[in-house]
């Protein structure tokens, strides 16, 4: 029971509190990509949960080994890129003998799905946190589910601002950065933080 | 030579024109949340660089002998490697630069430039327009990068280069939030220079070249 709640209160404080887009913006290219192709955004989410869980279990055990060089900051990032990698094969190959009629799909979205700053993020800001194994596996859904919950918030608000009269000179991207940071400040706020002084 | 030299001339839109951040809307997270200081700016600049240009020019070579399915890896893997000499190069500017500016260096070498865009464009260019391009969207992002990093470490701490000189005006400029509202105006002013020269719009994030 200990267990189950500290993986859900992880997951939760991944998905609103340390929302992955509104608290670190990692993965917000991917996200504007995906806002453009909505039917992309479950799969992806999905695929994202799925190749943040398996590369987290496969680095969680070999972190260890760099957690005290001095130079950490460049070999964690080196070793989840690696155990990326070899997460990416396994669902290729997965794929590819299990489901062959969807190899085609996923040879063109799964490199997307699995290099991408928000699958890498989320493992380092877990491994910079230290994290156990069961937090590490919430706070990764979280995370992953994080990035869908901003997407189609974000997507829906991008919609209705499209109907706005925007000046013309702020259409595009600088509409959606400037509207993506006022989300993030509302959403600062909703969890009690307060702007420093 | 000649040839070098037109090759740069094509691609020195990325500058400011095409600027990777603020009109094709690519690095932005990287940028909004890594980008606090200048000496944050330096490093992620100087690591983009190592990032981005060898894996293009290696795109470039080798990208259409290698199977469809490995392409992607192999990419990451070399941009990830390349992390290695800008994180020793990084340090001889300051010795904590690379490391202060947490995991947003590392994070570029699964942007989108070396993982997609070296296999959507780069592979179908000469080398030496691959190399010119990649040079090209690495300064853009850098003169984005020095010019959001000053003004926050400036605005946010009253200081520029860690050399205090002024009362910090704005303390909340360092998060992140203001990293995205402060882009979106450098994206819309880069849209008004654009609307005088009567410059055509180019595709925004979320369009085909960011993926």
Same mark, same amino acid.
Request: glycine share 8%.
């Given at each position: 029971?200990?267990?189950?709640?500290?993986?859900?209160?992880?997951?939760?404080?991944?998905?609103?509190?340390?929302?992955?887009?509104?608290?670190?913006?990692?993965?917000?290219?991917?996200?504007?990509?995906?806002?453009?192709?909505?039917?992309?955004?479950?799969?992806?989410?999905?695929?994202?949960?799925?190749?943040?869980?398996?590369?987290?279990?496969?680095?969680?055990?070999?972190?260890?080994?760099?957690?005290?060089?001095?130079?950490?900051?460049?070999?964690?990032?080196?070793?989840?890129?690696?155990?990326?990698?070899?997460?990416?094969?396994?669902?290729?190959?997965?794929?590819?003998?299990?489901?062959?009629?969807?190899?085609?799909?996923?040879?063109?979205?799964?490199?997307?799905?699995?290099?991408?700053?928000?699958?890498?993020?989320?493992?380092?800001?877990?491994?910079?946190?230290?994290?156990?194994?069961?937090?590490?596996?919430?706070?990764?859904?979280?995370?992953?589910?994080?990035?869908?919950?901003?997407?189609?918030?974000?997507?829906?608000?991008?919609?209705?601002?499209?109907?706005?009269?925007?000046?013309?000179?702020?259409?595009?991207?600088?509409?959606?950065?400037?509207?993506?940071?006022?989300?993030?400040?509302?959403?600062?706020?909703?969890?009690?933080?307060?702007?420093?002084? | 030579?000649?040839?070098?030299?037109?090759?740069?001339?094509?691609?020195?839109?990325?500058?400011?024109?095409?600027?990777?951040?603020?009109?094709?809307?690519?690095?932005?997270?990287?940028?909004?949340?890594?980008?606090?200081?200048?000496?944050?700016?330096?490093?992620?600049?100087?690591?983009?660089?190592? $990032?981005? $240009?060898?894996?293009?020019?290696?795109?470039?070579?080798?990208?259409?002998?290698?199977?469809?399915?490995?392409?992607?890896?192999?990419?990451?893997?070399?941009?990830?490697?390349?992390? $290695?000499?800008?994180?020793?190069?990084?340090?001889?500017?300051?010795?904590?630069?690379?490391?202060?500016?947490?995991?947003?260096?590392?994070?570029?070498?699964?942007?989108?430039?070396?993982?997609?865009?070296?296999?959507?464009?780069?592979?179908?260019?000469?080398?030496?327009?691959?190399?010119?391009?990649?040079?090209?969207?690495?300064?853009?992002?850098?003169?984005?990068?020095?010019?959001?990093?000053?003004?926050?470490?400036?605005?946010?701490?009253?200081?520029?280069?860690?050399?205090?000189?002024?009362?910090?005006?704005?303390?909340?400029?360092?998060?992140?939030?203001?990293?995205?509202?402060?882009?979106?105006?450098?994206?819309?002013?880069?849209?008004?220079?654009?609307?005088?020269?009567?410059?055509?719009?180019?595709?925004?994030?979320?369009?085909?070249?960011?993926?």
């Amino acid at each position: 029971m200990t267990y189950i709640l500290q993986f859900l209160s992880m997951m939760l404080t991944a998905l609103f509190i340390e929302n992955i887009i509104f608290t670190r913006a990692l993965g917000t290219s991917w996200m504007f990509y995906l806002i453009k192709h909505p039917k992309e955004i479950a799969k992806q989410t999905g695929l994202l949960t799925i190749i943040t869980t398996l590369s987290g279990l496969l680095a969680y055990p070999l972190r260890g080994f760099v957690y005290n060089s001095e130079h950490r900051h460049l070999l964690l990032p080196m070793l989840y890129i690696a155990a990326m990698a070899v997460v990416y094969l396994a669902v290729y190959f997965f794929v590819k003998f299990v489901f062959p009629k969807q190899e085609e799909y996923f040879s063109l979205n799964l490199g997307v799905a699995v290099f991408n700053c928000a699958a890498l993020g989320s493992l380092l800001v877990v491994s910079n946190e230290r994290l156990d194994l069961i937090s590490t596996l919430g706070y990764g859904i979280g995370m992953s589910l994080g990035f869908g919950f901003a997407t189609v918030m974000l997507g829906y608000g991008l919609t209705r601002l499209e109907y706005c009269r925007v000046p013309k000179i702020f259409r595009g991207v600088p509409i959606a950065l400037i509207y993506l940071g006022l989300l993030s400040l509302a959403f600062y706020g909703l969890v009690g933080h307060q702007l420093p002084t | 030579m000649s040839e070098l030299k037109s090759c740069f001339k094509e691609s020195a839109s990325y500058l400011f024109l095409r600027n990777p951040v603020l009109v094709l809307g690519l690095v932005i997270g990287q940028l909004a949340a890594g980008v606090g200081t200048l000496q944050n700016a330096a490093a992620l600049s100087i690591t983009y660089f190592f $990032v981005v $240009v060898p894996t293009l020019v290696f795109a470039s070579l080798f990208g259409k002998k290698l199977p469809g399915w490995l392409k992607v890896v192999i990419y990451a893997l070399i941009s990830a490697l390349m992390l $290695v000499p800008s994180y020793f190069i990084s340090g001889t500017i300051s010795a904590t630069i690379f490391d202060s500016a947490g995991i947003y260096p590392a994070l570029l070498a699964v942007s989108t430039v070396p993982v997609v865009y070296s296999s959507k464009i780069a592979e179908n260019q000469k080398p030496l327009s691959a190399l010119a391009g990649g040079i090209c969207i690495a300064l853009g992002f850098a003169f984005t990068a020095i010019i959001l990093g000053a003004a926050r470490e400036f605005l946010g701490s009253g200081s520029i280069w860690g050399f205090r000189f002024a009362k910090p005006l704005f303390p909340a400029a360092k998060l992140p939030i203001w990293g995205f509202i402060f882009l979106g105006f450098m994206a819309a002013l880069v849209n008004f220079i654009k609307d005088i020269l009567k410059i055509p719009e180019e595709t925004p994030a979320g369009g085909e070249e960011a993926k």
